[in-house]
């Protein structure tokens, strides 16, 4: 299963610099968003680009195993010191959180080998979106669940323009975030069904407004055994 490159140390000052920029917001802003996202994954989890690591300590027993899938071997770093210093979350036995890595639009495992994929704010980053969304719906099992937390274009034409003149600029200075996708549509769009969804803004422009939900891959659907004459046929 662990098929892709294993995690690299030494951590980098992009990813020292992430952690130390996000400190603050993760601490006042993001514990009830991430109990949501991680705290709620069950069964096999697979967590994308799950960066230095913020949602580790929020799985919780409903999980039984979880992977950790990360690109960046700087943020993989630092996801590894995380997980010796701090462990995870209160009901998983130190040992089944493990890290590989790989980018989502790639991921080293088989299809339908997870029960849940979880992700927060990597959609705005992967390079590819919509190959990113067929991977983690290729790794689901048919009715598995994928949690995110996403920042997305803005409703309002005018705030979407924006994002649109700021992206350029911004996606260099923030590690290829782009504020202007329209995720949530190309979500629906590779096949998942959106079961629950909350939409925010936590008040940091360019990046507004954000949702949180769960989408379902929807079961295959029972093919009809012929019968009579169309069997015989
Ligand atoms: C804003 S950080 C979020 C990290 C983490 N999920 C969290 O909530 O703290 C974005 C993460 O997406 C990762 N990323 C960028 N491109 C990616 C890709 N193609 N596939 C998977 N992860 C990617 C980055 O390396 C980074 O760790």
């Not at 993001?30 to 996202?37: A, K, N």
């Not at 919509?130 to 937390?149: C, K, N, Q, Y």
């Amino acid at each position: 299963m662990m098929a892709g490159r294993r995690w690299a140390f030494g951590g980098s000052w992009r990813a020292a610099l992430y952690d130390w920029l996000l400190g603050p917001f993760e601490r006042r802003v993001m514990p009830p968003f991430r109990r949501q996202v991680a705290g709620g994954a069950s069964g096999t989890v697979l967590e994308i680009g799950a960066g230095t690591g913020f949602s580790f300590p929020y799985f919780n027993n409903t999980a039984g195993r979880v992977v950790g899938a990360e690109p960046d071997p700087g943020m993989l770093g630092r996801a590894v010191a995380r997980l010796r210093r701090s462990g995870t979350g209160p009901g998983i036995p130190a040992g089944s959180l493990t890290l590989v890595q790989a980018r989502a639009e790639a991921l080293p495992f088989a299809a339908e080998s997870f029960d849940t994929v979880v992700c927060t704010h990597v959609l705005c980053s992967v390079r590819d979106l919509d190959a990113a969304l067929a991977e983690v719906r290729r790794v689901l099992r048919p009715g598995g669940r994928f949690r995110f937390l996403e920042h997305v274009r803005a409703a309002e034409p005018g705030w979407a323009r924006f994002q649109d003149a700021v992206t350029p600029v911004w996606s260099r200075l923030a590690m290829g975030c782009h504020p202007n996708r329209s995720t949530l549509a190309r979500v629906e769009a590779t096949g998942f069904r959106v079961q629950t969804l909350q939409r925010f803004s936590v008040g940091l422009p360019p990046v507004h407004p954000h949702i949180l939900g769960t989408a379902v891959k929807p079961a295959l659907k029972q093919v009809a055994k012929p019968s009579g004459e169309a069997a015989r046929r």
